[in-house]
Structure formats: C-alpha cells, structure tokens
C-alpha cells in the first residue's frame, strides 16, 4: 500500500518530493488512460476557483475536474469580486473559508500569494500560478504529456526556450525535470534570463537552435508582457529570428522530438505557426488534455489529504473561522 499523500495544500513543487510528485502523475496517468471518468471523491466539497489573473485553459480545467469529482464549484474572477473594491487578497479568501471552501484553485499576479493565502485559511490551496514564481500543475502536466508520449522522463533531454525571467511556468519546470531525472537546456534573450540562472542547474544557450540540439523536447514560452515593464528586444522580428521555434530549429532535435506550449500561444513570435499544428510533433492540445487528468489527480490527493470539514484538520494549527 502507497504512504498517504500527506500535503493538504499544493503550492510548488519544491514542497513535493520525488515519490509525491511520481504519486500525483501516477494517478493522473490512470485518470487520463480511463478518459477522466466520473467520481464522488470530492462530493460534498466545495471548490472555489479564484481566479485573479487572466486564464482560459488552467480555469476551465480546474472546474472541470473539480466538477468530474463531484464537487459543488464555484468561480470568482478579479472582475465582480470584491478585490476590485479594494479588498485585499487575504480577506477575499479569508471570506471563501468562512463559506466553507474546502480548496480555493488560486491564481494571482503576486509571487508568494498563494502561499500567504494557504497560511491564512483552513481550506486546501492549489496554486493555479502565482506572478513568475510557481505553476506546478502546469509543470505536473507537461511531465504527463512526456510520459504518456515517451514512456518516461528519467533521462530524457528538455530545451525550455524563451521568457525564462517571467515565467513561473519556466520555474516548475525545471525543479520537476530536474527532480524526475531530465536534463534541461534553455535560451533566452539575455534581458530575458533571470538573475539566478546558474542556479537553475541548466545549461544556458545563446539562441533556440542550440538550446535545441539532441533534444527529446523542445517547450517554447510566450513573452510575459504583462510583467514587462520596457522593451525588452529591439523588434518582434529579430526575437523571432533569434527565438522562434521553427521547423529549422526541430531539425537539430532528435528525430521526432516532441513541440510543447503551455499556451496561450502568440502564432509567428514564440513559434511558427505550421509547426504548432503539426500534430506529428505539436503536443500543445495534449497538454491541455493532460492538464483535466493533474487537476483531478491534485485534487482528490490534497482534499483526501486535508479531510474535509467534517474531519479534524490535517494541519492542526488552522482553527475554522
Ligand atoms: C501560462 C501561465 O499562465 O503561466 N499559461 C498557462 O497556465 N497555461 C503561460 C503564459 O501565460 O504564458
């Protein structure tokens, strides 16, 4: 029998460790090979979706596995809730556990909100993307999609090409390839690469053709505007020149390499359109799919870990509202 899954909240993937994120993929595998079915393990739960930021593929994923898991699921987005009022983060979510939320989904532009959030609230948190800090479902998802496309991810070569500086999705990335035993080779515009890249443990690649070479995969990131404060590249044409994942760039990849996308997509800046549709390669739809399966799987880990309202609390010091 597996040990219990003993973190009642996701925040990153540095919280998890090896074994807890093979669980977490484990049983997003078996979800994704039986089609996601129907289930009760979240029936009588509440899940709040609050969602601050713009999303289209992480919210509706989260509701849907929520509501595949038999959960009441309710969205609150940054327009019509009370943050436009002025009311501070702590405070919305503070008032979603007075309701008797059993998870709050959260997605916010603030790097840390997720975990100041989880501290002061009795429900479950699953950070859905905080700022340019952490996406670990989003990480936990494009490991699934090598998995179910390779077989594995031990050993396996990555290229992670473009806004590293700003990219949480970047960040998971590379904590959990390292941690399941991918090598990761980036590339990035220099104005683009964050300040601690050596300590990210990947070798650092003048442009996208060299980051690309001998790799399994190749991911390519959108440019983070709304975390920019400047220009950072003198024109669209040259980043793309430099940075866009092409079909030249796939040939000094391994034969058949793998083209990923968290998505949104901007068509003709970070990647070439022709290339995104060529499902021989493009597995930018079977990330999304893959995302439905993680949310399930993160969700029934962390609510069975937290034990619902009706049970002690897993984490003993949160005293219900
Ligand atoms: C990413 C995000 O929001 O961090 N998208 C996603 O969750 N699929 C990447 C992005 O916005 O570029």
């Known amino acids: 029998m597996t040990d219990a899954f003993r973190h009642a909240s996701l925040l990153s993937i540095a919280a998890l460790n090896r074994l807890e994120a093979e669980r977490i993929l484990d049983r997003a595998q078996a979800l994704w090979r039986d089609d996601f079915p129907r289930g009760e393990a979240l029936r009588d739960r509440v899940v709040f979706n609050l969602f601050l930021e713009p999303s289209t593929r992480t919210r509706a994923s989260f509701e849907m596995a929520a509501k595949r898991l038999g959960a009441d699921v309710i969205n609150v987005s940054d327009s019509g809730a009370s943050t436009e009022k002025g009311e501070s983060l702590i405070d919305t979510a503070a008032t979603l556990d007075a309701l008797r939320g059993d998870v709050i989904v959260l997605r916010s532009a603030a790097a840390g909100a997720a975990v100041a959030v989880d501290r002061a609230v009795r429900a479950s948190v699953v950070n859905a993307g905080d700022g340019a800090h952490a996406h670990p479902t989003q990480a936990l998802l494009d490991a699934l999609t ?41 590339a990035a515009p220099p104005t683009l690469l964050p300040r601690d890249i050596e300590s990210w443990g990947a070798s650092v690649h003048a442009d996208a053709a060299a980051a690309a070479a001998d790799c399994d995969a190749v991911m390519t990131l959108r440019v983070q505007t709304e975390r920019l404060s400047g220009p950072v590249f003198p024109s669209v044409r040259e980043y793309a020149h430099f940075f866009q994942l092409t079909r030249a760039v796939m040939t000094r990849a391994k034969p058949g390499a793998l083209v990923m996308h968290p998505g949104p997509m901007n068509r003709g800046v970070e990647i070439a359109p ?19 399966a993680v949310r399930m799987a993160v969700l029934e880990l962390v ?5 619902g309202w009706d049970h002690p609390p897993a984490r003993g010091s949160r005293a219900r509202p």
């Open 146 to 186: 090598l998995l179910n496309r390779r077989g594995r991810v031990e050993g396996l070569r990555v290229a992670i090409i473009g806004d590293l500086a700003h990219s949480r999705v970047a960040r998971s990335n590379v904590v959990l390839l390292h941690m399941l035993g991918a090598q990761v080779r980036v």
């Open 303 to 307: 609510a069975e870990a937290a034990g």
């Open 274 to 292: 022709d290339l995104a549709d060529d499902l021989e390669v493009s597995v930018i739809s079977q990330q999304v799919s893959s995302g439905l």
